[in-house]
């Protein structure tokens, strides 16, 4: 079974990202352990196995849910890990 575990920043209130993605991976893999928790401010850390796979500190992007079910996959199957492709950045814009 492949563990997800996602660390997220409740000041910011990531939980609802957190639950999306749990949301859409158990759609995605029923059998996968997704785990949601508390942790520092403005993360949004995945790691997959233990493997840090995505890092909001790092990127300051969310992670894509089809990448990430992608590297569950690739995980199930014994196959490295690869790059998290992130949420494109929305820049708000004052005219």
């Known amino acids: 079974m492949v563990k997800v575990?996602?660390?997220y920043c409740g000041?910011?209130?990531f939980e609802w990202q957190c639950k999306m993605l749990k949301s859409f991976l158990n759609e995605q893999k029923p059998d996968a352990e997704i785990?949601?928790?508390k942790g520092?401010?403005?993360?949004?850390e995945v790691k997959i196995d233990d493997t840090l796979v995505h890092s909001k500190?790092?990127?300051l992007a969310f992670p894509q849910h089809q990448s990430v079910l992608e590297n569950v996959e690739r995980a199930e199957?014994?196959?490295p890990l690869l790059k998290i492709k992130e949420q494109p950045i929305e820049n708000c814009t004052i005219v």
């Open 5 to 7: 575990d996602v660390e």
């Open 11 to 13: 000041k910011c209130n």
């Open 35 to 37: 785990v949601c928790h």
């Open 40 to 44: 520092r401010q403005g993360s949004f």
């Open 57 to 59: 500190l790092q990127t």
């Open 77 to 79: 199957k014994g196959l």
